[in-house]
């Protein structure tokens, strides 16, 4: 198998793991871990890179979501809606969580809850989890 490592330049891989944590945390299925790590394997020395865009990454799919629920009209019904209205924004520090992850982020939005606030605790949620990914990788 040839070896295609010297293809994936540091400034390609970068891009590639915006791109991938971005659709990962829209409705889009997406494993943004995997890039990551793969990242992180051809270039060690990006690792705050890595984690920091991945994250950003993370977070704005994730306000894509938080957007589409605004958007929904207060007649639908979604899921999490009770989970979001009990506990608020802190409840998002779980929207890197699988399966109810999106959920969150568009009961959020559906909720009209602040939407500064709701990043901020995307955001720290989803940089928690890539940090302790990238450690482990």
């Known amino acids: 198998m040839p070896d295609l490592s010297g293809f994936f330049s540091s400034d390609l891989s970068l891009w590639g793991l915006f791109l991938s944590s971005f659709l990962g945390a829209t409705l889009l299925p997406g494993g943004s ?11 060690p020395e990006l690792f705050w890179s890595a984690v920091l865009l991945g994250t950003l990454g993370n977070t704005l799919g994730a306000m ?4 589409m629920g605004w958007m929904l009209p207060m007649t639908q019904r979604l899921r999490h809606v009770d989970n979001v209205r009990r506990y ?7 929207a890197w969580a699988p399966l109810i992850g999106d959920a969150l982020c568009m009961a959020a939005g559906w ?27």
């Open 33 to 43: 871990e995997v890039v990551l790590v793969g990242v992180l394997k051809l270039h």
């Open 88 to 94: 608020g924004t802190p409840v998002l520090l779980l």
């Open 64 to 67: 894509v979501s938080f957007g």
């Open 111 to 137: 909720l009209r809850l602040n939407p500064w606030h709701a990043m901020l605790f995307m955001a720290l949620g989803k940089f928690s989890r890539y940090l302790l990914i990238a450690l482990a990788a």
